[in-house]
């Protein structure tokens, strides 16, 4: 049990356009939902946190008019990186967990390069 | 306060070693402390977790140790195989579904 998964795994895309990247709890239901992300060979990096039915909380220093949040449903939250640049090519993973509960399961991630 | 700190950065074992990974934060306000695995190109998967109301809990050849006057956990891999390399990262919450702080990864290699 306690399964996440994202989709797409790997996405390539050119600068200026927008990529989403959906996260699913598939069997069990995701009151909240976190963002990551990974730079190689660093440490998890949190985004934003999402509860379903709520406007998503950003860390300071993250834009949330480019790194837009969406948690419309207790099994989905998804990422839209608005206007992608290169430096925004990453490794984006998120987690969710149950209400109550304090383990976050962790999706596969999401490669984006931007070319 | 916030941040949890992991050491070694990197750790060489034999096959049969036991590899030690240490972490220690200042919030004392944290309850939780998971450990995660993580191989290349995938997601963190969780290995095992402490509440701090005990001060050791094993898994089968995982062991987390914690020491909570000192505010120091660690993890302990006995029997360390080739397949354990990879890196781990230590965590740390407050409260139910709250956000994870991570410490900054240790990646362990394994020789065989």
């Known amino acids: 049990g306690a399964v996440v998964s994202q989709h797409p795994s790997r996405v390539i895309c050119k600068s200026g356009t927008s990529v989403k990247i959906e996260c699913r709890s598939l069997?069990?239901?995701?009151?909240?939902m976190f963002w990551y992300r990974q730079f190689p060979k660093q440490s998890l990096m949190l985004m934003a946190t999402?509860?379903?039915?709520?406007?998503?909380?950003?860390e300071q220093g993250v834009e949330k008019d480019k790194f837009l949040i969406n948690h419309a449903s207790l099994t989905l939250s998804t990422l839209t990186v608005t206007s992608a640049h290169p430096e925004d090519s990453s490794f984006y993973i998120c987690?969710?967990?149950?209400?109550?509960?304090?383990?976050?399961?962790f999706g596969p991630g999401t490669r984006l390069t931007v070319l | 306060q916030q941040q949890v700190k992991q050491s070694p950065q990197s750790l060489i074992v034999q096959k049969g070693g036991i590899s030690i990974i240490n972490c220690a934060y200042e919030?004392?306000?944290?309850?939780?402390f998971p450990w995660y695995q993580q191989f290349p190109g995938k997601g963190p998967a969780l290995l095992i977790a402490?509440?701090?109301?005990?001060s050791e809990k094993k898994e089968g050849r995982f062991t987390i140790s914690f020491n909570k006057s000192a505010k120091q956990f660690s993890l302990h891999i006995m029997d360390s195989q080739p397949g354990d390399s990879a890196t781990y990262f230590c965590?740390?919450?407050?409260?139910?579904?709250?956000?994870?702080?991570f410490g900054e990864g240790t990646q362990l290699t394994v020789n065989p």
């Open positions: 987690s969710a967990l149950t209400s109550g509960t304090d383990t976050q399961y």
């Open positions: 069997d069990f239901q995701a009151t909240t």
């Open positions: 999402s509860n379903e039915g709520s406007k998503a909380t950003y």
């Open positions: 919030n004392t306000a944290f309850d939780y």
């Open positions: 402490i509440r701090p109301d005990v």
């Open positions: 965590a740390a919450s407050q409260a139910s579904g709250s956000r994870l702080t």
